[in-house]
T-cell receptor, first 111, second 116 residues
Framework: GDSVTQMEGPVTLSEEAFLTINCTYT??????LFWYVQYPGEGLQLLLK?????DKGSNKGFEATYRKETTSFHLEKGSVQVSDSAVYFC??????????FGKGTMLLVSP | GAGVSQSPRYKVAKRGQDVALRCDPI?????LFWYQQALGQGPEFLTY????????KSGLPSDRFFAERPEGSVSTLKIQRTQQEDSAVYLC??????????????FGEGSRLTVL
């Protein structure tokens, strides 16, 4: 079945540092890929998405590129802020089915 | 409010009790999903409604779990004879369009169930 593997957290960074959160997947067919974010005390919200190979999703300074050859969708940001502290979830969907999520990666950014 | 609302936010139940968790989706949203999130894990799919029709209940872990959405808006997830392994956060999400393939799901803050 479909699955998503994320790097374990917490990821601890200083403000303005470069961020990478790794995500790899296994899926039947050609999935669409997503990053969701959960800020403290809030519900999950869609951060960005990519629907086909080589697509780059971007939002709020975050970006991720759909790499079919490496089955990866790594999340990156050039300069993190304290306000980016949250839990980040990589997810996929194939066809008309339901989202499959990774376990989540907590990001902690200190001033 | 404008978002997905879930209640109660926290529920403590004794083993064997029945619980009911409520979800108020965003008005006009066709699709409604329930997910279960155990501690340290990602959300796992339980069931999906399109309007009042329950189109997919393949993720419900046992026949103790039951969900309904009788008028195509508010949904209730009911767990009968709760067990300790049912302890988790139960997330509700809604979407304007059928299915979830756009990824544009709007999640509530969840109901945290603790079974003693």
């Amino acid at each position: 079945g479909d699955s998503v593997t994320q790097m374990e957290g917490p990821v601890t960074l200083s403000e303005e540092a470069f961020l990478t959160i790794n995500c790899t997947y296994t899926a039947t067919g050609y999935p669409s890929l997503f990053w969701y974010v959960q800020y403290p005390g809030e519900g999950l919200q869609l951060l960005l998405k990519a629907t086909k190979a080589d697509d780059k999703g971007s939002n709020k300074g975050f970006e991720a590129t759909y790499r079919k050859e490496t089955t990866s969708f790594h999340l990156e940001k050039g300069s993190v802020q304290v306000s980016d502290s949250a839990v980040y979830f990589c997810a996929l969907i194939t066809g008309y089915s339901t989202l499959t999520f990774g376990k989540g990666t907590m990001l902690l950014v200190s001033p | 409010g404008a978002g997905v609302s879930q209640s109660p936010r926290y529920k403590v139940a004794k083993r064997g009790q029945d619980v009911a968790l409520r979800c108020d989706p965003i008005s006009g949203h066709v699709s409604l999903f329930w997910y279960q999130q155990a501690l340290g894990q990602g959300p796992e799919f339980l069931t999906y409604f399109q309007n009042e029709a329950q189109l997919d209940k393949s993720g419900l872990p046992s026949d103790r779990f039951f969900a309904e959405r009788p008028e195509g808006s508010v949904s209730t997830l009911k767990i009968q004879r709760t067990q300790q392994e049912d302890s988790a956060v139960y997330l509700c999400a809604s979407s304007l369009v059928p299915g979830s393939n756009t990824g544009e799901l709007f999640f509530g803050e969840g109901s945290r169930l603790t079974v003693l």
